[in-house]
């Protein structure tokens, strides 16, 4: 095959995926904490040999927006939101987790949990737990959980010290590890929704539609182009 | 073309919000209903290339990667821990309780459940009970001859055989608290049965560790705001629409590949 047909192969393979991308924010676009994400293509060139290169396009990474969703208020008692930068930390059994979606309730045995069940951590990695005689927990800026004279614990706020990696269930984690964030900004009884933007995911789906059958359209000629060109030698 | 899957558990997704929603709806006049709220978490994430691979021999690293995104799924639908406003009925066994707890009620196999839903009567033996013929937990028995009943803040019933005579006590009421009212199991008609992540019900006095006050001659109403459930019904009538309109723009590029031989 000619490296006109490569070339609008790897163009059209990129935006297949980019479709993916956008499909899956578009998916997600009630989901509390969840960060929208961007396809980001790059050129590659490939050696043919006397001609010189063939420049060829890919997809090369994957970035998220980390712009923060807007606050909606549930006046739940443990809906939790970062007001500006930050992660909430969960245990999780693969190990902890970094999470914007701070829909907490507690669990049976009154620890913090989020709704996988895994618990919350507090300042220093340590789960929170509330007495059960307690009704009421009021939640401050900077984390501090009390009723009352009473406290229970801070509810840790931390910044990635390296990239983060997505996980399922709007999780980040961070394989170089994180330190607390000494000045957090928490709301209580607010979610962050999902920052999803739906006329933006519109416009990148509508272009990703029309750049694929543009490149078909170059395939189909490339086709007939190559059909005349047999027929021409034959005869 | 994965985008049509994915595009399909966006409107899975938001036709279980609809769902939840025209619960709320249909329950807006259900005494002591806690509305309920769908919450959605993104599912798993296809690892093209993991972000810090190496790429050269001097040990720079991929700084984002591909990972794509394969979803969205229902992760819980919790209830919302409102408190209803309390109607006044002037019946003298509606009660409602103006904190966290609940009251206790005895189902006909024997065992526990627990309701917010104060709407009692009296059985043919006298027996308090819910409206279902459910007794209290507690095991109120109203004497036939009482005119009158009263029940404390606290719980505690007195009842009032002629007018003049002084009351007497025939029981108290106690109410039940959970850590976590969220884990409770919803078995309907207004009860609730105690799970493990809900943690041991635990009896209390009315008006202690939060658990409220017992008021006489109020209901509790639907804590479902309609106006909140509507602009959510928009919300996510517009989300489905914008999912369909992915899995149309994934066929038409399907399309566009047949269409090439």
Redesign the interface.
């Known amino acids: 095959m000619s490296n006109a047909v490569y070339a609008a192969l790897t163009r059209q393979q990129g935006l297949m995926d980019e479709m993916q991308v956008v499909a899956n924010n578009l998916a997600n676009s009630s989901t509390t904490g969840y960060k929208s994400d961007r396809a980001v293509f790059a050129e590659f060139l490939a050696n043919t040999g006397e001609d010189g290169g063939l420049s060829m396009g890919g997809l090369a990474g994957h970035a998220f927006e980390l712009q923060q969703g807007a606050l909606k208020l549930t006046g739940g008692q443990f809906d939790l939101a970062i007001q500006g930068d930050g992660y909430f930390t969960v245990q999780t059994p693969q190990g902890p987790r970094l999470t914007r979606a701070g829909h907490f309730q507690l669990s049976g045995d009154g620890t913090l949990v989020d709704a996988m069940g895994n618990s919350v951590m507090g300042v220093g990695g340590s789960p929170i737990t509330i007495p059960p005689e307690i009704s009421s927990v009021t939640i401050s800026a900077d984390g501090i959980l009390s009723s009352g004279p009473d406290q229970f614990g801070q509810i840790g706020v931390v910044t990635p010290n390296g990239d983060l990696l997505r996980d399922s269930n709007t999780y980040f984690s961070a394989p170089d590890g994180y330190t607390d964030i000494s000045d957090p900004s928490i709301v209580q009884g607010a979610l962050e929704q999902s920052n999803v933007s739906p006329v933006l995911e519109m416009a990148r789906m509508i272009d990703v539609q029309r750049a694929y059958e543009a490149g078909q359209t170059v395939l189909e000629r490339e086709d007939s182009r190559i059909g005349q060109l047999i027929s021409a030698v034959r005869e | ?4 899957q ?2 399909a ?2 409107m899975a ?2 036709q279980l ?1 609809v769902d939840v929603i025209s619960n709320n709806i249909a329950n807006m006049s259900t005494a002591a209903y806690r509305p309920r ?1 769908a ?7 296809q690892q ?5 691979t190496l790429t050269s021999q001097v040990g720079t690293t ?11 799924r229902p ?2 639908v ?1 209830m ?3 408190q209803g406003s309390l109607r006044q009925t002037n019946s003298e066994l509606d009660l409602a309780i103006d ?2 707890g609940f009251f206790e009620v005895t189902l006909p196999s024997g065992e526990s459940a627990y309701t917010r839903d104060g709407k009692f009567n009296r059985s043919v033996d006298g027996q308090m009970v819910t409206m279902d013929g459910y007794p209290l937990a507690d095991g109120i028995t109203i004497p036939d001859n009482a005119q009158k009943i009263t029940i404390s803040r606290d719980g505690e019933v007195v009842a009032y055989f002629a007018d003049g005579q002084a009351g007497q006590s025939i029981g108290t009421l106690s109410l039940t ?1 959970f ?2 009212e ?2 409770l199991e919803a078995l309907g008609d207004n009860l609730f049965r105690a ?6 019900p ?1 009896q209390v006095v009315p008006g202690t ?3 409220g006050y017992i008021r006489q001659g109020f209901l509790e109403d639907s804590g479902v705001d309609v106006v909140k459930e509507i602009s959510d019904l928009i ?2 009538q ?2 489905y629409e ?2 369909s ?2 899995i149309t ?2 066929d ?2 399907l399309a ?2 047949t ?2 031989r």
């Open positions: 073309m994965k985008s049509l994915i595009a558990t966006g997704a938001q919000r709220v919450e959605f978490s993104d599912l798993m994430y093209y290339l993991t972000p810090g991929v700084p984002a990667g591909i990972q794509i995104g394969t979803g969205v992760s819980t919790s919302e821990i409102t904190g966290a608290r850590v976590n969220k884990g799970t493990e992540a809900s943690g041991t635990s560790e939060g658990a919300e996510a517009r989300g914008l999912n309109k992915v723009a994934s038409e590029m566009a590949t269409r090439l």
